[in-house]
């Protein structure tokens, strides 16, 4: 695996696997490596012949100053969990080569990013997809692989790959969890023991509540109840819990093909996401 920081060495490289005929794999992730990104470079090196991995803590996605400086940062340990993955090219840019002087573009999907995270986090969407399109752009990848984990972030790159007619392949890849059923997270570091423990409440109860919404328990009723349980296990604020389309992200009343419930929620000063299908 080599690391590469700047776009020239990284054209140059991808430009020789293409006129050799090779597919090409990006996973873009912020670091902070654990295996939920892991299962994507599996699901990269089974589908394509190079895979590219870029690092990058992207400044445009982050609505709070607070949350961009505590994100953890571990390019070196990053590199080491990498090694036996069989990954071509670490791409790790700083954020002069991804936004360089005079940088005044920005991609922005409408309507999706308007509900759940999009709704709480002010131009969040909008850091994601400049960023992304610019890192299938400068990778020329011919496939790239996305968490479920990121569900909504999955559809507004769905979008705008589309839209733009950029020729890649996306594919979505299942959330990756702890044992006690925790979806793994880079921010799952910042909790304390105490919060840890209680952490798992959050899948476990949209778990009980698609469930009981699923044999036909009103949507509403479930939800609520879910809510308060959150609370009392240690959640300080539910940020929204709702069912929608898994495609659209339209609001559901009643369960339908595709539905899916999202969560976001606050413990211990950690915002930590989920979603499942219903
Ligand atoms: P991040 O480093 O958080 O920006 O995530 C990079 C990629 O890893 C995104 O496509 C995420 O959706 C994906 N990802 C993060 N956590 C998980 C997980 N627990 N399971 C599967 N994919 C994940």
């Not at 950690?270 to 499942?276: G, H, P, Q, S, T």
Request: a neutral charge; hydrophobic letters at 45%.
């Amino acid at each position: 695996m080599r690391t590469i920081r700047d776009l020239p060495a990284l054209r140059a490289r991808v430009h020789d696997w293409k006129e050799a005929g090779e597919s090409v794999g990006l996973v873009p992730t912020m670091g902070a490596l654990h295996a939920g990104h892991l299962a994507l470079v599996q699901a990269a090196r089974a589908a394509c012949d190079r895979v590219i991995v870029t690092l990058f803590v992207n400044p445009r996605q982050f609505d709070r100053p607070e949350d961009l400086a505590r994100y953890p940062r571990t390019e070196e340990g990053d590199a080491t969990l990498l090694q036996p993955h069989g990954v071509d090219v670490l791409f790790a840019p700083d954020a002069a080569t991804v936004y360089p002087p005079g940088f005044a573009t920005s991609v922005s999907v409408a309507g999706l990013p308007d509900v759940l995270c999009g709704a709480h986090r002010p131009g969040h969407f909008d850091g994601v997809a400049t960023v992304v399109t610019k890192l299938l752009l400068m990778t020329g990848a011919t496939s790239a692989f996305f968490g479920e984990k990121d569900w909504q972030q999955l559809q507004v790159i769905r979008r705008l790959v589309a839209d733009l007619n950029i020729p890649v392949r996306i594919t979505g890849c299942p959330t990756v969890r702890e044992r006690d059923g925790l979806a793994l997270s880079s921010r799952n570091q910042r909790l304390g023991p105490p919060e840890r423990l209680a952490a798992p409440a959050l899948h476990r109860e949209m778990a009980t509540a698609a469930g009981a919404i699923a044999r036909g328990a009103g949507v509403g009723d479930s939800l609520a109840a879910a809510r308060s349980r959150l609370i009392t296990a240690g959640f300080s604020q539910v940020e929204y819990l709702e069912l929608r389309a898994g495609d659209t992200l339209a609001l559901l009343e009643a369960p339908a093909a595709g539905a899916r419930l999202f969560a976001a929620a606050w413990i211990g000063g950690v915002r930590l996401i989920d979603n499942i299908a219903v």
